[in-house]
């Protein structure tokens, strides 16, 4: 063995393709895959008004919302199988939602409370993660431990464009790649962190190139044709499956809305972007083609609608109700044996610590 021996398979292709990879328009549709993402879409897309409007109304503490990357998520949802995980972050509540979670629930975290909402081993949807990228050595870990254990698990993990640049996304990918674990990692690369443009983020010639350098391959996909994304995915987990390990994936996406309900995106980005993007917004491409190929009519079209809106009646009325709020909560859990502050303050609430 000599020092610059690989150990990575030559006929492996790392680099990812010039142009991602699309489906829309290039194949015939799926007639029982194609109308179940556009379903899923239109659903989310009435999730994440339904989440905002909840925080103007003060029932939500915040929502990043993925209006625009609703392709992202619906595949993420529907390509895992079910003894799969998936490690969402922040903005990635639709994924999970779709993967089955009850749509009030994938708000916990969100809402305030102190625990996540739901219970991630029920579910096999790990608590959406805030500390950028921290998500993803955690998903490397359980896919890692897995396959110790010869379980057939293969794991997703969620991460955005400014999440690249993260310790923990380096980390994460370099013991995944060393150990050949069955994760998948899909960069949903939106063209902001907050108000940095990708330009300022990184030199690399696309985010999927990084995976060469951990010795993995990089895929590039359209974000906003769903079931290009699906593909991807769904290839990439059999592959972590089989035991060839692990895939970088990055899906080229916009979000429209601003960064969470507290930010102003007209302050960073003009209008003419957005507007370019809304022209590809990924709802409308798949309906155009579904309507074209005659799997959607117009009496479909609105059952989707209906479905979608119990969505958001559901959300409403989970999130309308006023949660009973236990102060003790606010001491449990930090200290197994408190500090004199923290027990003072628990005794002014009235509260034995
Ligand atoms: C470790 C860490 N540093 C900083 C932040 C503050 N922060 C929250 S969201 C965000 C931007 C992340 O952008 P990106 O990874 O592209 O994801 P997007 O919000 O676009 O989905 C930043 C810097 C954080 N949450 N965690
Ligand atoms: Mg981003």
């Known amino acids: 063995m000599t020092v610059s021996q690989l150990s990575v398979d030559p006929a492996v292709a790392l680099l990812p393709e010039p142009e991602p990879h699309r489906l829309l328009g290039s194949v015939p549709p799926d007639p029982v895959l194609w109308p179940r993402l ?9 999730y994440n008004a339904q989440a905002t409007a909840l925080t103007r109304q003060g029932r939500l503490a915040v929502y990043p919302s993925s209006t625009g990357q609703e392709a992202c998520q619906v595949a993420a949802g529907l390509a895992l199988g079910p003894r799969d995980w998936l490690f969402p972050s922040y903005r990635d509540t639709l994924a999970a939602v779709v993967r089955g979670l009850p749509p009030a629930a994938a708000l916990g975290l969100l809402r305030g409370d102190w625990h996540t909402g739901y219970d991630p081993r029920a579910h096999r949807v790990a608590p959406l993660c805030t500390p950028l990228a ?11 431990a897995a396959r110790l254990r010869g379980d057939d698990v293969a794991v997703l993990g969620l991460v955005g464009d400014g999440g690249t640049s993260e310790g923990d996304f380096h980390e994460a990918l370099n013991f995944a790649a060393v150990w050949r674990a069955p994760v998948v990692f899909l960069v949903q690369n939106n063209g902001y962190a907050i108000s940095v443009p990708l330009a300022k983020q990184t030199a690399a010639p696309t985010l999927a ?3 060469i350098g951990y010795g993995m391959p990089g895929r590039l996909v359209d974000g906003q044709d769903a079931p290009a994304v699906h593909d991807v995915l769904t290839r990439a987990l059999a592959r972590a499956r089989a035991g060839e ?7 080229v996406t916009y979000r429209l809305d601003a960064h969470t309900n507290a930010d102003d995106a007209t302050r960073y ?3 003419d972007e957005v507007a370019a993007w809304r022209a590809r917004d990924p709802l409308d ?5 579904l309507r074209r190929a005659g799997l959607l009519t117009d009496e479909g079209a609105a059952d989707a609608r209906a479905e979608a809106e119990r969505t958001a009646a559901e959300l ?3 999130l309308g109700a006023d949660p009973a709020l236990r102060p003790a909560d606010l001491f449990a859990h930090v200290y197994a044996t408190p500090t004199p502050q923290l ?11």
């Open 269 to 271: 980005r003009a209008e």
């Open 209 to 211: 190139h990084k995976a």
């Open 343 to 353: 027990a003072e303050q628990a005794r002014q609430f009235g509260e034995a610590p």
């Open 38 to 46: 556009h379903r899923e879409l239109v659903r989310g897309r009435r």
């Open 316 to 318: 409403r009325e989970a």
């Open 285 to 289: 491409l798949l309906e155009r083609e």
């Open 245 to 251: 390990g692990p895939t970088l994936v990055e899906a």
């Open 134 to 144: 921290t998500q993803l050595p955690h998903a490397v870990g359980l896919a890692h």
